[in-house]
Nanobody, 111 residues
């Protein structure tokens, strides 16, 4: 059983930045693809960014050029750097690897 724990969420003004972290209890991120997802109130969960075991990345069109996913295998941690944040980025952000999901971290973008 692998546990994923997200952190780094919070309240930020439009145009600001946050870095989310997803720490795993075991060495999983270097083996399988990992994704950051988000779910806003009243909306379906959507895939925001992915990183494969070989380091390839992909992003939803809505965040391309603003978000960056990365990984630190020594720390068993995946990051999501979020810049130029917009109110529509407000959501609970989850990380996922295989069947494992974290509990999420709230990101609120508001003035």
């Amino acid at each position: 059983q692998v546990q994923l724990v997200e952190s780094g969420g919070g309240l930020v003004q439009p145009g600001g930045s946050l870095r989310l972290s997803c720490a795993a209890s075991g060495r999983i991120f270097s083996i399988v693809a990992t994704g950051w997802h988000r779910q806003a109130p009243g909306k379906e969960r959507e895939l925001v960014a992915t990183i494969t075991n070989d380091g390839s990345t992909d992003y939803a069109d809505s965040v391309k050029g603003r978000f960056t996913i990365s990984r630190d295998d020594a720390k068993n941690t995946v990051y999501l750097q979020m810049n130029s944040l917009k109110p529509e980025d407000t959501a609970v952000y989850y990380c996922n690897a295989m069947i494992f999901w974290g509990r999420g971290t709230q990101v609120t973008v508001s003035s």
